[in-house]
Structures are given as C-alpha cells and as structure tokens.
C-alpha cells in the first residue's frame, strides 16, 4: 500500500507540471501578439520611409558583369587608368521586413537630393601632377670601374618605389637627389634611403659608382618627379568651388601604378586637331598647354575616380554654365543623352550618345555605365572616343549623370561612364541631406 500511495501522489505532481506549462504558453503567446502594440517596442521596429545610405551599407546585393571588351583603354591622354575586376549592384534594392509573422513591411529606397547642383564642365584642361618624393622609373647600368652595375637595383630599389628621404632628409624633387650623391661618392660614404613600396616603408643603403665616361657618380636609377597631360573638366560646385575631372586615376605610364602626389595644378589647354581612332587603335586630342600659363585651379587629389581640388575662380564652357541637379546611378535611363567636350580650341560644345547600359550601383565602382556615341559629326571628327576626353560630362533629361572615362580599342565609337555620385564624394560633395546625415548619426 506504501508504494502504492507513492505512485498516486508521483502521478498528481505529473499533472500540475503540464498545467503550468500550459499556462506558461499561453502568456508567452499573449506577450509576442502584445509586444508590437507597446509603444517602445513600436518605435523600435519602425523603419523610415527614405533612407539614404552608400558608402557603409551592409543590405545585400546582386551582381552583375557589364561586360568585358577584348582592350579598354583610358581616354586621357599620356594619364592612364589602371583597369580592375569590379562587382556593381544589380538594382537599387531595399530592406524589406516579412510579413508573415504580422509585422509591418517597409521599403528602405534611395533618392537623390534635389538641392544638390553643379555646373558642368567640358573643357580641355593641362594637368601637372608633383609627386610625392621622386618616383623610381628604371634602372640603369653604370660603367664603374669593377664593371657595369646598378647600384640601386644591388640596394634592392624596385621600379615603382618613392624615395622619400636620403640620409634622413626629405625628397621632394629629382634635383635634391644630386647633392646627396656627389657628397656620398666624394667621402665614399652609403646612402640610407628611405622609399615607399606600395603601404610599407623601407629602409634601405645604397653605394653610388663613379661613372668612367660622365666622371660623375651615378646611382643606377632613372627618375621622376612630375607627370603632365590632357584631360577634361568633369564639373564644379559653384558654392565651394571643389571640381572633379578625368574620372579615372592618373597612373605613371612606365610604372602602371597610381601616382601618389605631393601638389599639382590645372591651367586651359587648346586643342589643336584629332588623331581619329579606329579598331584596334584609339584616337586622341592633340592639344597645346603651358604650365606657366595661368592656373586655374589646384589638384589635391589623385584617385580611382579623377583628379579632384579647388578652382581659383569659376569657368564658363559657354554651354551649360548654370548649375545643373546630378542623377544618382539608379536614376539613370538607358536611352539619349549628351556628353560636352572641345574638339577645336578651347569651344566646348554638345554632342549626342546613347547610354547603352547602366548598372545602380550601392558602393562606389568605376565603369557603372556602357556609352556609345551617336552624334555624326563627332564620329566624323574623331571615329567615337578618343584619348583626352576623360572626364567629359554626361548629361541626361537636364541632370549630370557621370563622365566618360575608356574606350573599347575594338570599337572606339562605345566605352564607359563612371557615375557622378562617386565623383562628387572624392570632391567633398555630400549626395546626404542633413536630416538624413543626423539619421546616420
């Protein structure tokens, strides 16, 4: 009977767990059905209706290839462009909430800010960049009197390194660098030379020889300090006067690798006739430019989406010399558009193009557009794009869209665009407007 009046009581304690679980559900229940309905908990999940968001946004994306030609060439002449693998957003895309479970579902769309406003550019312009220490080139052979070496290959200098100091002391032009070696030589003293490779610095010495022939000591190095060429002015912003041009990086033309600049400067340049492209070879502006003439303006920037500083004055193209809204990329059509560029002096003027395709783009990418030229008279001129129009604008339905940036060497009449929303943020120009910047933040 003992084991017995133990087995009742076991199974009564059984029943009275169940029945607090049960009841232990049903307010679980009730709290997640309630929760939304509770003022914080409402705030919390409530998303806004616009949300501007570029440079950090996390929100997943499609990708697409818009293609590859067989060559891409920059459109700039003697300031070339580094080509890369890029990914570029399918569409513009939105966070979205799901409904199944009885929460609200919001949209997270982009929008551009009406009040953002440039004046286009179009004019041919003379580049001058300085750079950062003096770029190493080549190498070279000195006849010493042991034989023929090169003292900076034997120091492990590569092609593509900045020297920035010598014996402690900055570099910043190629003239600086003749002292140090005529005093080293003469005490038969190294030099303890400091160069750039790419994100590390190193430290290296380095003996210079006596030329036999020259009588002067050499260090094997071939070097530069500057790098000149034409391009277009893409835009400026009338308030700051903050201009972007080219659209693509300016790049040594024996290195390949972007220019790192310590200064550099603008001025006008005439075009003085077209080297008409054809397949498999580009076209190009021949045009005249003085760096003595009067500059226009300063370059404080080389990156992958043009050359970007401060005009000292504002310019006309005597075209489009009002301010003009900008297009986000995913407010781009495929269809007519206009580009501004000089084919004869410093006259800019407005031809037709067709944007064949362009991809909206959440994080800034190069080549977000394909443009083929339609106008007769610039095919006339120049077979379609030709070097040294890097940088001219886009224009569409009355809004600056981008500039054009390559040409496809197979097909000079079509190349790329790069969209102005990325070219305006290298410039300084927020595409945020302050309610949404406060968001951000």
Do not use: C
């Not at 979205?96 to 982009?110: V, Y």
């Not at 260090?219 to 308030?239: E, N, V």
């Not at 206009?338 to 959440?362: C, G, R, W």
């Amino acid at each position: 009977m003992k084991w017995y009046g133990v087995r009742i009581r076991r199974v009564n304690w059984v029943d009275n767990q169940r029945k607090l679980r049960y009841i232990a559900g049903i307010l679980l229940l009730i709290t997640i059905l309630a929760a939304p309905l509770i003022a914080p908990v409402n705030h919390y999940l409530s998303i806004p209706n616009q949300v501007m968001a570029f440079d950090h946004d996390s929100s997943p994306i499609n990708v697409q290839d818009l293609g590859k030609s067989e060559a891409v060439a920059s459109s700039g002449k003697s300031l070339q462009a580094i080509d890369s693998e890029e990914f570029y957003a399918k569409e513009p895309g939105g966070n979205e909430l799901n409904e199944a479970m009885g929460m609200p579902q919001n949209k997270a769309d982009a929008s551009a800010p009406e009040d953002i406003k440039v004046v286009p550019g179009g004019q041919s312009i003379g580049v001058q960049l300085h750079t950062l220490g003096v770029l190493v080139v080549g190498h070279h052979q000195v006849k010493g009197e042991n034989g023929s070496v090169s003292p900076g290959e034997d120091a492990s200098i590569e092609v593509g390194d900045v020297i920035l100091k010598i014996n402690g002391e900055e570099v910043k032009e190629m003239e600086d660098v003749k002292p140090f070696v005529k005093k080293a030589g003469e005490s038969d003293k190294q030099l303890d030379v400091t160069v750039k490779r790419d994100d590390e610095t190193i430290e290296t010495k380095l003996d210079p020889v006596k030329d036999k022939k020259e009588d002067e000591y050499r260090i094997g190095l071939y070097i530069r300090d500057s790098a000149a060429g034409i391009g277009t002015m893409t835009f400026y912003d009338p308030k700051t006067k903050n201009y972007g041009a080219l659209g693509h990086v300016i790049s040594d033309m024996d290195t390949q690798k972007p220019i790192e600049i310590h200064n550099g400067s603008i001025v006008r340049s005439n075009v003085t006739s077209i080297e008409k492209g054809n397949n498999g070879t580009p076209g190009e502006k021949q045009a005249k430019f003085s760096m003595k003439d009067e500059k226009i303006g300063n370059i404080t920037k080389n990156s992958p989406f043009g050359i970007f500083g401060q005009l000292n004055k504002p310019i006309k193209n005597g075209k489009y010399d009002k301010p003009m809204p900008i297009a986000l990329s995913h407010e781009v059509k495929e269809g007519p558009a206009k580009i501004l560029t000089v084919l004869e002096d410093e006259k800019v003027k407005a031809f037709d193009v067709k944007v064949v395709s362009s991809v909206p783009q959440k994080f800034p990418a190069k080549k977000g557009m394909v443009i083929q030229i339609t106008d007769d008279e610039l095919l006339n001129e120049t077979g379609g794009i030709v070097q040294g129009m890097s940088g001219s604008p886009i224009i569409q339905e009355g809004k600056v869209i981008g500039a054009v940036t390559h040409v496809f060497v197979n097909d000079p009449t079509s190349g790329y665009g790069v969209h102005i929303e990325w070219m305006l943020e290298e410039a300084g120009i927020s595409v945020k407007n302050e309610e949404e910047e406060d968001k951000a933040s």
